[in-house]
């Protein structure tokens, strides 16, 4: 009951399309008693005007001045509309007219003034001599039914009148009369199930119109209620069966809508949980130095353990080594962090990307000598020209490089290349070590991962995701994958430059 008293636009609809049914009608009316009211006058009365001169006409040419030869001749020219009665006034005589008449009709058709103060004439209508029809008996003991003229009863007046002067001693007038007020909603003959059809119809069309509301109703209230479990946090919501019309394009919007709204929140979800990890990462991370750092120190400060002059050394470095680790650790995270909110803006140029890249594996051969592996250059020597920051780019190669070192065993061949390709230039580190496993490679470019977990010395784990956010802000992609052979293989696209 409350939703039905509710404001709501079918009430609004439904009363605009009654006022508008009103209006018309009303409109209608109007228009027929000011517009059409006087044109079908003068069109009745220029009609009636040619009628009377034909009429008089034929009647000036009769051979024979008789009673049924004058009737004749106005059946003849009996008039088109119905309205209109032609009537011969003779000098001498009761009137003629061209149709049966009721005797009533004689002085409610406007006749009577035209006869002045013969009234034996208006007596003998009608009679034996008129030459017209009786009065049709109605139904069964029903009373006389006259024709439908009779319904001019009181409604007539004279339109039009012609004197007649025939060669056969014919003298009189032509008179043509016809409705005073024939102003109405509907024609004067129209058939009484039309007229009764009429409200029917407009009923019917009130009908389908609230039937039409009904359901462009139904369909904003499935628009409010998807906002409304919007609202109250419900994202999988959906239109369902939106449609193709204005509505249903509402429809569509608003699911589109949702599904952004969905995204975006699932976007916040995954961050503020990546949040919460990097917290978690970053206190494990920091906590195994200090701890190590601490127990140096607790140990050096106890009298009651005997330390000598080498293990105190020992124990300095170890203590060096676990704040230089910290250091890192602080370094790259402080990096990273200003990578991904844009804080460190690149120095863009064009560069040579393989004449870079040549330059830092011959840096790195020493390096990696030391460590029984081999870094070579695999790449084509022309120019490989891209639009780039060349601190940044050095730093992507350098993590790459230091990445293989820390997992490619002693006598392992690290193998680097600048490639031309479709999207631009590409850049491929591949080793010939124990590869990547398959679940940790959707990871490997996350903070702080590390493929074995059990090895935390030399990197902050955070290498990776550094490179990765230093190749998305160079507009490039990098990808990892494990080769045929055996082996990890990184792959950086950066898009060319003329």
Known sequence: MRRLLAPSLFWTFAGAFLLVLVTATLLQGLIIFIVVEPIGARFAAGRADDVARDVAGALGELEEATEMAVAGVLREHRPDLRSLVVVFLPENGPPIFDRPMPPRAFADMGLVPLLGADSARVRAFPGPRSGHRPPREGGRGGPPRFDEEDRLRGRSEVLARYPVSARSGLRGEVVVTGR?????????????PILVFLPVAIALAAAGGLLLFRVLLRRLRALEEL?????????AARVVDPGSDEIGRLGRSLNLMTESLSDARDRIETQDAQRRRLLADVSHELATPLTSIRGYAETLLDPGVPKSESERTEYLENVLDESNRMDLLIQD???????????????????DWSALCRRIVERFAARAKDAAITISWRGVDRAAWVNADGRRLEQV????????LRYVPRGGVVEVSVEDAAAGHVLRVEDDGPGIPEDDLPHVFDRFYRADPSRTDGGSGLGLAIVKEIVARHGGRIFAANQEGGGAAFQVELPAVP
Request: aromatic letters at 4%; hydrophobic letters at 40%.
């Open 180 to 192: 005073r007020h024939p102003s109405r909603l509907w024609p004067e003959h129209t058939p009484r």
């Open 227 to 235: 906002a409304g479990r919007v609202a109250r946090g419900d994202l």
């Open 333 to 351: 995270l402080f990096e990273l962090t200003r990578l991904e909110a844009g804080a460190e803006r690149l120095e863009l140029e064009r560069l």
């Open 397 to 404: 190669l350098e993590n790459l490089l230091l990445n293989a």
